[in-house]
């Protein structure tokens, strides 16, 4: 069973009233106990004063017995009385005494010669009995509780024995006697009282039926621990009151006299469950009371603790919907209590919460439309994500590149649900979930309805954090369709100048050349063709390395797959032109390993990738200086380093390094140095056309290190 939960108010209410109840129940038990104790010494008191009252009556009756036959005795003796005489006058005391039915008369021998009888007797003894006639050697008269209640006396005729005289109290007469003696006592209950006689046997009980099978108490019940009759008659613990379980198998309470000159054992004698009646009867009231007392109370101390705890629940049901944002809410009121004030501060409250939010509410959807009024007219295409890579703003623009059902944004409250059906950008946005990078680049080639070509897509997206958790993406692309076409037509249109330049180049070259050689001509003229020469050279390889990068770009140039190794590349290369570092006194220093997987690729670029770097750092460094190159081989991939101590290169120009034609001229050295900032953009798309990477670390006069990878 599950209890209900209970609050705090209900608790303590339950915990007092349980501690108000159980000490009064704690009380009522001890008191019931007490009083359990007193009614037993108070029944000992009752059970032995109602013994002692039987044994004096039962006395009086064998003292009045006694009298009749003493009585009797002298009557007999009387010699001046006629037999008819005789027994009219003992039939005339007989008659006083009722209980008294017979009168036996024995002679010496003990022998029953006459009887005086009165109504129905029980048989008398034929034989005077045995006991009696010790007894009276030393006593006028004896009694004796055998069978029945016999008491005898001698006889003399002129003072001389003549023999004996014998009455008995009849039991059943003696039972019945007890049982009214019981009745009166025990308001009219016959069986409280008893006799046993001298043995311990039950003998005059109201229950006749019980009384005739005479049996013996010896030992049981209220006798237990008594194992010879005497030590009953004997004992001096009179008026005991036990417990035990009487004749009729039932729990007693009672207590016992002997009665030594009658040779009786009175008992007096209760059922437990009626003597403790009383008692009982009030622990029962003490329990049920307290039972009643304890749910009377707890009921009321749940209900008052709800009636004093519904405020607070109000409360706290308010409390919780201005944490839901729900200002609509009053409370009661009414209320003229403390909680009044409370309750009336909380309307005052969600009152002006609720203009706020009014108030917000319109400023929000006024932001809103503005933004989207904005976002709709943008020229770039805009798209924002949630967490959970849902769709939650997109523009129009980029909803048309990518086929998105657009929703109209201020109608609907609902999330919107998008689908983006277009699998580059699906992937694209997968990855920039999964990648760590703030801003990812993107690009898309996009065929459109009714378009000839395909429109290039060109941007960026940017994760967006809050605590180090990704709160959203945001996507902006612009159609950069046209300047890609313009680039490639300027391309197409330089590269078509520098082919077209290849032969004049090769012809001024020729010419300038045979001047410098011919000795025939004036120093001037061939001093001039010098200069020629050299900036035809110059010129001859810018066109050169630009035809060369451009034809890789284009894909003209196939990339060849062929085995080589990557540390015989780099030495070969550096080792051959070494001459350039040692023209400047620069030192080299190479770190390669003896050994290392082949790979796959083109040596030749590769080779030419290694030189650039090498002859850059040479080129941008002080005489005097140290390069180093250093290849390592990782788990997935290669990488090879060149370190100088050159002049170094600035932040800004750092971003630009890769691109065509840039030359960084931050150090006003570098601007001496000839140059056509091809070089990197070559490296740049060789080592990408191989599936690798370039970077560079530089500081501005401090020195570079470029390095480029190559998977295995
Ligand atoms: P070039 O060397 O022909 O000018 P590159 O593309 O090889 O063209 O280099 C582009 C520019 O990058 C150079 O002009 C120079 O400013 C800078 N640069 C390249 N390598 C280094 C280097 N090791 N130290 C300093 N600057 C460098």
Redesign the pocket.
């Known amino acids: 069973m599950k209890l209900p939960s209970l609050n705090f108010a209900t608790k303590l209410a339950i915990a007092l009233s349980l501690f108000a109840v159980l000490p009064l129940t704690l009380v009522g038990y001890s008191l019931s106990v007490l009083n359990l104790n007193t009614l037993k010494n108070l029944s000992r008191e009752l059970y032995l004063a109602v013994a002692k009252n039987v044994a004096l009556r039962l006395e009086q009756r064998a003292q009045d017995a006694a009298k009749l036959l003493f009585d009797t005795a002298q009557i007999l003796d009387n010699r001046s009385l006629s037999p008819s005489d005789v027994v009219h006058m003992i039939s005339t005391s007989m008659a006083n005494y009722p209980d008294i039915h017979t009168i036996g008369v024995y002679d010496e021998q003990g022998q029953l010669i006459d009887a005086f009888v009165k109504s129905s007797p029980a048989p008398l003894p034929k034989v005077f009995p045995q006991p009696l006639r010790a007894g009276l050697d030393s006593l006028p008269s004896v009694l004796h509780v055998a069978d029945e209640f016999q008491v005898a006396t001698k006889w003399m005729i002129d003072k001389k024995f003549a023999g004996y005289l014998l009455t008995q109290l009849d039991h059943r007469a003696l039972a019945s006697w007890i049982g009214e003696v019981s009745a009166q006592t025990f308001s009219g209950a016959r069986d409280r009282i008893y006799l046993l006689d001298a043995h311990l046997r039950l003998f005059a009980h109201t229950d006749t039926a019980l009384a005739a099978q005479h049996l013996s108490l010896l030992g049981k019940g209220l006798f237990e621990g008594f194992q010879q009759p005497e030590d009953v008659l004997r004992a001096k613990a009179v008026g005991v009151s036990r417990e035990y379980i009487g004749v009729r198998s039932e729990a007693m309470l009672g207590t016992w006299l002997a009665v030594p000159s009658l040779q009786v054992v009175i008992v007096v004698e209760e059922p437990q469950r009626i003597a403790y009646f009383s008692v009982h009867e009030m622990q029962r009231r003490v329990l049920y009371g307290s039972l009643a007392g304890i749910v009377l109370s707890i009921g009321v101390s749940v209900f008052l603790a709800r009636w004093l705890n519904t405020p607070i629940t109000q409360l706290v049901s308010a409390a919780q919907r201005l944490i839901s944002q729900d200002f609509s809410f009053r409370l009661p009121t009414q209320r003229h209590d403390e909680f009044g004030p409370v309750f009336r501060a909380y309307n005052d409250a969600a009152e002006t919460l609720e203009r706020y939010q009014k108030i917000n509410i319109d400023r929000v959807i006024a932001e809103r439309n503005k933004l989207d009024a904005a976002l709709r007219q943008a020229s770039d295409g805009m798209i924002v994500l949630d967490a959970a890579q849902r769709v939650i703003l997109v523009n129009h623009l980029f909803a048309k590149w990518f086929s998105l059902h657009e929703k109209d944004l201020s109608a609907s409250p609902e999330p919107f649900e998008y689908y983006i059906t277009h699998e580059p950008l699906r992937r694209h946005i997968e990855s920039v979930y999964a990648c760590s990078d703030t801003v990812v680049p993107a690009e898309f080639r996009v065929q459109m309805v009714g378009e000839v070509r395909e429109i290039v897509l060109r941007g960026s997206f940017v994760r967006v954090l809050h605590a180090g958790e990704l709160i959203a993406v945001l996507g902006a692309l612009r159609n950069v369709t046209k300047e890609v076409e313009i680039d490639r037509m300027k391309t197409e249109l330089v590269s078509l100048v520098a082919h077209e330049l290849r032969s004049p180049l090769a012809t001024i070259n020729g010419f300038s050349s045979f001047i410098i050689e011919n000795p025939a001509l004036p120093s001037d003229t061939r001093e001039i063709a010098t200069i020629i020469y050299k900036e035809s050279e110059r010129l001859g390889n810018i066109v050169t390395k630009f035809l060369d990068l451009n034809r890789i770009e284009s894909g003209r140039t196939e990339i060849q797959r062929i085995a080589f190794k990557l540390h015989d590349v780099i030495r070969t290369v550096v080792e051959i032109n070494r001459p350039l570092a040692d023209a400047k006194h620069i030192r080299v220093e190479l770190a390669l390993p003896s050994a290392s997987t082949t790979l796959s690729g083109d040596p030749e670029l590769i080779g030419q990738v290694v030189l650039?770097l090498f002859s850059?750092?040479v080129?941008?460094s002080p005489p005097n200086t140290t390069v180093r190159i250093q290849m390592l081989e990782h788990q997935h991939e290669m990488e090879v380093s060149v370190q100088?101590e050159?002049?170094?290169?600035s932040a800004s120009a750092k971003e630009k390094?890769f691109s065509k034609f840039?030359?960084?001229?931050d150090d006003e050295r570098?601007r001496s140095v000839t140059?056509?900032?091809?070089?990197?953009?070559f490296v740049k798309e060789v080592v990408e056309k191989h599936g690798g990477k370039v970077g560079v670390e530089?500081e501005l006069y401090k020195g570079?290190r470029?390095w480029f990878t190559l998977p295995k």
């Open positions: 650039n850059n750092a080129k941008y100088d050159g002049y170094g290169i390094l840039f030359r960084a001229v570098v140059g056509t900032g091809l070089g990197l953009a530089s570079s470029f």
